[in-house]
Structures are given as C-alpha cells and as structure tokens.
C-alpha cells in the first residue's frame, strides 16, 4: 500500500494529472485489491518497516483521493438513478 500510494500522491501532484485522478485512483486501488496486496492501518506501523521509507502522509492522501472519488461516484450514479 505504501508503493501505491507514494505513486498515486506522484501522479496527483502532475498538472496533467489532475483531470484523470479520482477514476485513476479508484483503478489502481482495484487493481492493489485483485492482486492480492495487504492494506495498511492509520497507526504508522509499516512506516517505520517500509523499505523505502514512504511516510504515512502519502496513505492519509490516497484515503482521502479514494473517499472523495467513492463519494463522487455514487452521487453521480444517485443523480442518474433519480
């Protein structure tokens, strides 16, 4: 999750990134779910085991990308729907 998270925080902070960032989050989470890889918890325990020392802020952004695309999504199907 670390990884994920560093590289979704990376493609956020593009200009260019911006326009495809809540579908590309919601993506590469789907794809860290399918392949199988742990999540990580807000208490900061696999930051201090993190080989590449990626701090815990890049998992705070990415919950917050993922919540605000989640929320996105279903009132944009609620809009549709109704």
């Given amino acids: 999750m670390h990884f994920l998270s560093a590289k979704v925080a ?4 593009l200009r260019q990134g911006q326009a495809d960032r809540r579908d590309r989050v ?3 989470v789907a794809q ?9 918890t807000n208490q900061y325990e696999g930051e201090a085991a993190c080989p590449k020392s ?4 890049f998992i705070d952004q990415l919950n917050r990308d993922a919540l605000k695309a989640i929320n ?3 009132s944009a199907a609620g ?3 109704g």
């Fill in 10 to 13: 990376h493609l956020s902070s």
């Fill in 72 to 74: 996105k999504r279903d």
């Fill in 26 to 28: 919601l993506s590469m």
């Fill in 54 to 57: 990626v701090g815990m802020q």
């Fill in 79 to 81: 809009k549709a729907a």
């Fill in 32 to 40: 860290h779910d399918q392949e199988g890889f742990g999540h990580c």
